[in-house]
């Protein structure tokens, strides 16, 4: 199983960016989705989950109305789409798939590597 998270980036506060995640080797329409981030000495936070139908979860609500997930399960890919993005915005965002629905990283079952996004002021 692979998972390949792009699109990372220096944008200036204020700004998007789209981040996608391609999966392979796993039945990407049975899983559940997830965008995580993790700033310098903090811990992994959950951003968002898609379930296999394309309902979502939040689990934080400084990113509900400016983050976006969604998912193509015909190209097996997951999308993070982060409009006005901010300074403390700023970290490593990996994607995940799990079986169940879940904020916990320890629930997810395979991770991406990872793609650093930083928003300068």
């Known amino acids: 199983v692979q998972l390949q998270a792009s699109g990372g980036g220096l944008v200036q506060a204020g700004g998007s960016l789209r981040l996608s995640c391609a999966a392979s080797?796993?039945?990407?329409?049975?899983?559940?989705m997830g965008w995580f981030r993790q700033a310098p000495g903090k811990e992994r936070e959950s951003v968002v989950v898609?379930?296999?139908?394309?309902?979502?979860?939040y689990f934080s609500d400084s990113m509900k109305g400016r983050f976006t997930i969604s998912r193509d399960n015909a190209k097996n890919t997951v999308y993070l789409q982060m409009n006005s993005l901010k300074p403390e915005d700023t970290a490593v965002y990996y994607c995940?798939?799990?079986?169940?629905?879940?904020?916990?990283?320890?629930?997810?079952?395979?991770w991406g590597q990872g793609t650093q996004v930083t928003v300068s002021s």
């Open positions: 080797g796993l039945t990407f329409s049975s899983y559940y």
């Open positions: 898609i379930n296999r139908s394309g309902g979502t979860t």
């Open positions: 995940a798939a799990g079986r169940i629905l879940s904020g916990r990283s320890d629930r997810y079952d395979y």
